[in-house]
Antibody, heavy 121, light 107 residues
Framework: QVTLRESGPALVKPTQTLTLTCTFS??????????VSWIRQPPGKALEWLAR???????YYSTSLKTRLTISKDTSKNQVVLTMTNMDPVDTATYYC?????????????WGQGTMVTVSS | EIVLTQSPGTLSLSPGERATLSCRAS???????LAWYQQKPGQAPRLLIY???SRATGIPDRFSGSGSGTDFTLTISRLEPEDFAVYYC????????FGQGTRLEIK
């Protein structure tokens, strides 16, 4: 069974750096075609993709947020870490990590439950 | 960056009716990389359709997807009460983008 779980602080102050960890099981991020993405959703708003890391350690970032984001993986721990610098109240959102399988198709097939992050002083 | 525009923003229908949701891309999208998701309040999105027309595991056959190029459609043939939710289309490339969503509400 494939599962992903997000963890990190529920509250951060403006200008601080947010660090989120995605801990997964049931697959290996060293297997060809496996990727993990971070996606967020402000309250009542649409989904916004943030970043992706692939099995071969290729990394991709949202154009609008790339200067603030860093994604990394620890294959031995089955974890993916996202850092976002200079947090602002507009970054208040539920942050999801999700698995992507890439091959003939690309499927964001398994999502974590999400973690709510509030940015406030 | 490819922009996905969904219409309508809100669709009001009754159980048993047919729902047709549209997703238009700002440039051509590979059908292999177009997907649809359903999201209910307080829950993570659930994959419904991938490759524009293939149902994900466990998805009822009343859900179907079609389209190519820049125009894609999600159809729900006969609405069940549990189908009322928000639906997102999504394309995969070097970046991943979502549409803004269509809210399907009970009339």
């Amino acid at each position: 069974q494939v599962t992903l779980r997000e963890s990190g602080p529920a509250l951060v102050k403006p200008t601080q750096t947010l660090t989120l960890t995605c801990t997964f099981s049931g697959f290996s991020l060293s297997t060809s075609g496996m990727c993990v993405s971070w996606i967020r959703q402000p309250p009542g708003k649409a989904l916004e993709w943030l970043a992706r890391i692939d099995w071969d350690d290729d990394k991709y970032y949202s154009t609008s947020l790339k200067t603030r984001l860093t994604i990394s993986k620890d294959t031995s721990k089955n974890q993916v870490v996202l850092t976002m610098t200079n947090m602002d109240p507009v970054d208040t959102a539920t942050y999801y990590c999700a698995r992507i399988r890439v091959g003939d198709y690309a499927l964001v097939d398994i999502w974590g439950q999400g973690t709510m992050v509030t940015v406030s002083s | 960056e490819i922009v996905l525009t969904q219409s309508p923003g809100t669709l009001s229908l009754s159980p048993g009716e047919r729902a047709t949701l549209s997703c238009r891309a700002s440039q051509s999208v590979s059908s292999s990389y177009l997907a649809w998701y359903q999201q209910k309040p307080g829950q993570a999105p659930r994959l419904l359709i991938y490759g524009a027309s293939s149902r994900a595991t466990g998805i009822p056959d009343r859900f179907s997807g079609s389209g190519s190029g820049t125009d894609f459609t999600l159809t729900i043939s006969r609405l069940e009460p549990e189908d009322f939710a928000v639906y997102y289309c999504q394309q995969y490339g070097s970046s991943l983008t979502f549409g803004q969503g269509t809210r399907l509400e009970i009339k």
